[in-house]
């Protein structure tokens, strides 16, 4: 089986065991493949530890770290406890095994609830991938750490961490009877192996991220994107915007892509808010411009087929039919051509343009009708 073929697998399985939790299994997935952070903000009992160890048996090797913070949490209950064998020797050093440093992937709930004793080494950890043991610097092996809150930080000491989260889900109770009926016939445990990718396996997908092509259009749609939302009060970091190309090329791969297409900005829901509260602008923006011209196209073939009829109305002579025939069909080219430079638009910006071919098409059989009717 190949790495891809693996990765699907891996996707299916997961989807399977986490009802109504499709878009957070991708979303984690996306994480892994681009070695960045997730942070899950939802009331308890959501699976959200469930998702983190599943993840880590899946991708993560081996070694997977899990701990509750709070307010009394110390650096060695995460990082491990100062090695007296290394004391003797003169050394300021850590017994990692086990703790947070050595974890492949990593669940820490109310992440939050860090005081600054732990967060300076937790904030390297997490953006520099490296472990200050005593006078050395080590990198971990870390692909992903998952987070859950029940709210955000208000503390301004927080803030850096909570920008380290690149991917960010609101995850709730299951909402729909059926699928809460399925949850509740479920059993315990998964039957048969679980699928598994390998670390070389892992690796050859991260490496693909790279040959991924981004085209222009899909970077003059952030562009836009960006625009719009600075106009509306939500405002990321250059970073951020930087860092959510990683995750468009990553959502190319999970759907076995060489390109990243336009369908793709649907993920940047998940990253350019800060506030909960500001989800919604997100979605709407991210809603113009992903359905924006397939919706004033629908319009002008509205308009089309109101100049059609107009033309095809009872009139009191033959000579006032052919002027309102030759006005219709004046009038239904002006509409055809406005949907033909929508159509290179799209092209331009490496849409999907299926849509609005359809459309272009209806218009132009209005056009021939036209035609084959005037004298």
Request: with cysteine.
């Given at each position: ?347 331009d910006r490496g849409r999907d343009t299926t849509a609005l071919q359809e459309i272009a098409d209806e218009v132009s059989a ?10």
């Amino acid at each position: 089986m190949s790495a891809e073929a693996r990765l699907q697998a891996v996707r299916a399985e997961l989807k399977a065991r986490f009802i109504e939790r499709e878009q957070v299994v991708d979303g984690a997935l996306l994480a892994v493949l681009c070695r960045q952070h997730l942070l899950l903000l939802g009331p308890p009992g959501t699976a959200k530890s469930m998702l983190a160890k599943d993840l880590c048996l899946r991708v993560g090797g081996k070694t997977y770290f899990e701990w509750l913070l709070t307010k009394f949490t110390t650096p060695e209950e995460i990082f491990g406890p100062v090695s007296l064998e290394a004391l003797e020797a003169g050394r300021y050093e850590r017994v990692i095994d086990g703790k947070l440093p050595c974890a492949d992937v990593a669940f820490l709930d109310e992440v939050f609830k860090a005081n600054s004793a732990i967060l300076n080494a937790l904030l390297t950890v997490l953006n520099e991938r490296r472990f200050h043991q005593g006078a050395d610097v080590m990198p971990v092996p870390l692909l992903t750490l998952v987070a859950a809150s029940n709210e955000l930080p208000d503390e301004e000491e927080l803030a850096a961490l909570y920008d380290r989260f690149l991917l960010r889900f609101t995850v709730g109770y299951i909402q729909h009877d059926y699928k809460f009926a399925r949850l509740l016939s479920m059993a315990p445990e998964p039957e048969g192996e679980p699928t598994r990718l390998t670390p070389a396996e892992l690796a050859e997908l991260q490496a693909k991220l790279q040959q991924i092509a981004v085209p222009d259009g899909v970077l003059r749609e952030i562009i836009d994107i960006r625009k719009k939302l600075n106009t509306e009060g939500v405002v990321a970091s250059d970073r951020r915007y930087r860092q959510a190309v990683q995750v468009l090329r990553a959502a190319a791969v999970l759907e076995g892509r060489a390109e990243v297409q336009t369908g793709d900005l649907r993920w940047l829901e998940h990253v350019l808010w800060s506030d909960p509260e500001d989800q919604p602008k997100v979605a709407q923006v991210l809603g113009q411009a992903l359905s924006g011209l397939e919706s004033e196209a629908k319009k002008l073939l509205f308009q089309a087929k109101e100049v059609h009829a107009y033309a095809y109305q009872r009139w009191p002579s033959a000579h006032e039919k052919q002027r309102a025939l030759l006005e219709a069909l004046s009038k239904i080219r002006e509409l055809r051509s406005r949907l033909l430079a929508m159509l290179d638009q799209a092209r331009d910006r490496g849409r999907d343009t299926t849509a609005l071919q359809e459309i272009a098409d209806e218009v132009s059989a209005l056009e021939q009708h036209l035609l084959g009717n005037k004298v």
